[in-house]
């Protein structure tokens, strides 16, 4: 009778302490780890990572960076100072407004998109470990506005006329960037998505520097479709951005004529509308004046 009781005991021992150890962990458990890293920063930009956890009856033990795989930041409570910052990995990290839930990152170059992972250790006696990882892209925008050509078209006075069933060619140029920009084209408040067959895929020239320089071209038949009865005029619009940080904008008025088509007079006066070099922190874009371009039929 003794050695049945002794091993039935011994039997549900290692279940006892399971059920414990199940305890304990559900009651001490590192959970809910959420990263926040940017998608885009432009160059010369201060950058902050943050990291948020639920510790619930934990104690804290370690809070990790890592840039490509190699550590820049930790932070260990029970260290004096609390904050170590490691050189190697080539990230300026702000140690004085750094801690255990945030890293700054200070005048940031292109050299530093790419992968943060942030890793988070509870204390003894689990060291339960957790991490996320996000991506950040770093770019160089454009020091100028886009440009605008209507190719081969000009009429008395470097007026641009076109007429009408005719075809015309626009050509966008935006300035050196990393990555080049996107194109947007409109006729007339009349979109032209990239799948249009007048529409070109922006081309790329690399330039000496590592930055990208893109056009683009688009190609569109005069018709009563896009030419409002009140004006027969042409509004032809580039627009470029690169995400929420740069967005420019150029546009130029064609006058149309012929047999279906009357001629609306006055002074063509294409301009450039500058949205915004920059977006400011909050993504709002900039706004600015504008100003009168040339017509350059030599563009490419």
């Known amino acids: 009778m003794r050695t049945r009781r002794l091993l039935t005991s011994r039997w549900h021992e290692p279940f006892k302490w399971f059920t414990l150890f199940n305890l304990f962990t559900q009651v001490i458990c590192l959970k809910d780890l959420r990263i926040s890293v940017p998608e885009a920063v432009a160059v010369g930009d201060t950058v902050t990572l943050s990291c948020f956890?639920?510790?619930?009856?934990?104690?804290?033990?370690?809070?990790?960076?890592?840039?490509?795989?190699?550590?820049?930041?930790?932070?260990?409570?029970?260290?004096?100072?609390?904050?170590?910052?490691?050189?190697?990995?080539?990230?300026?990290?702000?140690?004085q407004r750094s801690s255990e839930h945030s890293v700054i990152i200070r005048t940031v170059s292109r050299n530093h998109s790419g992968s943060y992972q942030c890793e988070v250790s509870a204390d003894a006696?689990?060291?339960?470990?957790?991490s996320s990882t996000a991506?950040?892209?770093?770019?160089?925008?454009?020091?100028?506005?886009?440009?605008?050509?209507?190719?081969?078209?000009?009429?008395?006075?470097?007026?641009?006329?076109?007429?009408?069933?005719e075809t015309f060619k626009a050509h966008c140029a935006a300035g050196p960037s990393h990555p080049p920009v996107n194109f947007t084209w409109f006729v007339n408040g009349?979109?032209?998505?990239?799948?249009?067959?007048?529409?070109r895929d922006a081309d790329i020239q690399y330039t000496s520097n590592g930055l990208k320089e893109a056009w683009s071209e688009l190609v569109v038949q005069v018709d009563n479709h896009i030419v409002p009865t009140s004006s027969r005029k042409l509004i032809v619009r580039c627009e470029t951005n690169i995400y929420s940080l740069y967005r420019g904008a150029a546009e130029a008025e064609l006058i149309v004529i012929g047999d279906d088509f009357w001629l609306n007079g006055g002074k063509v006066s294409p301009t450039i509308d500058q949205r915004g070099n920059r977006g400011d922190p909050d993504n709002s874009p900039l706004t600015g004046?504008?100003?009168s371009i040339q017509t350059s039929a030599n563009a490419h």
């Not at 930041?73 to 990290?93: L, W």
């Not at 006696?125 to 957790?130: D, I």
Request: a negative charge.
């Open 289 to 291: 004046g504008a100003c």
């Open 125 to 130: 006696p689990l060291f339960h470990t957790e």
């Open 53 to 95: 956890y639920d510790l619930e009856n934990a104690a804290l033990y370690s809070v990790r960076w890592y840039f490509e795989n190699e550590e820049f930041y930790r932070y260990v409570p029970k260290e004096q100072p609390p904050s170590r910052v490691f050189t190697i990995s080539g990230v300026p990290v702000d140690i």
């Open 135 to 165: 991506t950040m892209l770093v770019a160089d925008l454009p020091e100028s506005e886009p440009v605008i050509s209507i190719l081969g078209m000009a009429g008395p006075d470097h007026k641009r006329i076109v007429h009408s069933h």
């Open 190 to 199: 009349i979109r032209f998505p990239s799948t249009h067959s007048g529409l």
